[in-house]
């Protein structure tokens, strides 16, 4: 085999092997479960919670989906939406201390949401929606740990905890930043606002719902940021990968001259 050839193969199995690398690592990106929207007000109250479940098997599909739901920072009145081909199954325990509401105390809280029956494929993902009556104003963050069952028996656990200041872990576990009422309150529509305070009930369910809608759709925004990102770096591997087979070509035949 000649230079040229032998040259021209090492270019290209290096891009390859690049390609590759840079588009495992956005189908990793992109398999973990999530919860949307990506942060609520402090002692929000009656809204809505999203997991989000995509299947990574390419021979499998979702049948189970678990979620656990913080019983130290409990979230008060949770209800869950019908999905349809799913059954849920909705676990309650009593808290060791209780929590005081406008409504009176409250003894019990959701610690576990198990969806059964239906079907996630490869390719696919599934919203699981749960409303909640009033989430924790003592914590900054919310940790859902989940279980993803496969048909093929595999049990993917997104339980793991990211450490402040290190690289995001392996198998996360879906994560919901609770932040600062007044910060809430100075945005510019006001919407994240009315979620820990209202005077209305009418307009506090339509600001409500307004902060969902501006909360996921900066998720997408920042989801297809991501995905642009890793496109542009797969194409500039591609084009170093044709530079360098092009040069190999011009010292090939400079070599035979």
Known sequence: MSPMSTTLRRTGTLAALTTAGVLAAAGAAFAHVTVHPESYAKGATDGVLSFRVPNEE???????????????????????????????KVTTIKLKKPVKTDDGTISDAVSEITWTGGRIRHGEFQDFDVAFGQLPDDT?????????????????????????????PESPAPVLALTAKGAAEESSDGAAGSDAASSSSSSSSSSSASSE??????????????????????LVVGVLGLIAAGFAVVRGRGARS
């Open 58 to 88: 390419d021979t499998a599909s979702t049948t189970k989906v678990q979620v656990f739901l913080p019983t130290d920072h409990p979230v008060l009145g949770v209800l869950v939406t019908p999905q349809a081909g799913w059954t849920a």
């Open 140 to 168: 900054d963050q919310l940790t859902f740990k989940t279980l993803q069952t496969y048909s093929d028996g595999k049990v993917a656990r997104w339980i793991e905890e990211a450490k402040k200041g290190g690289d995001e």
């Open 213 to 234: 809608g501006e909360e996921s759709t900066a998720s997408d925004k920042s989801s297809d940021s991501t995905a642009r990102a890793l496109g542009t770096a797969g």
